[in-house]
């Protein structure tokens, strides 16, 4: 009798010892998930914005040389659709004009 009242509370305590280091376990990985989705949440917010100054900075550049492109064929004497499309064509306005530009993009 003796023997089986010691093993029942053998077994007892072993049942609240897993109990209890299941719970703290469980604990724990819930925690550690909430920190990594934080942690992840403010990589993608740091990245984000990052992507943001680069697509804004390319739409700059773009502005630029659409701008410059825009202010050479008036003053190269395009007047319509025909005249823009043949200076617009030329080997001037792709090769040295446009090596230019993009060496002026900041």
């Known amino acids: 009798m003796k023997t089986s009242r010691a093993l ?4 007892a305590i072993t049942l609240a010892l897993i109990c209890t280091i299941g ?3 469980l604990f724990a990985l819930k925690s550690l998930r909430e920190s990594t989705l934080r942690a992840a949440e403010g ?14 900075r390319s739409f700059k550049s773009l502005d630029l040389i659409l701008s410059s492109v825009g202010d050479y064929l008036p003053r190269e004497g ?5 005249s823009y499309r043949g200076l617009g064509s030329e ?9 230019r530009d ?5």
């Open 43 to 56: 990589n993608l917010n740091r990245y984000s914005l990052m992507l943001a100054e680069n697509a804004n």
């Open 8 to 11: 029942g509370a053998l077994v």
């Open 78 to 82: 395009a007047t319509d659709a025909e």
């Open 102 to 106: 993009v060496a002026a993009i900041p």
């Open 23 to 25: 719970g703290t376990s």
């Open 91 to 99: 080997q001037k306005i792709h090769g040295t004009r446009a090596r």
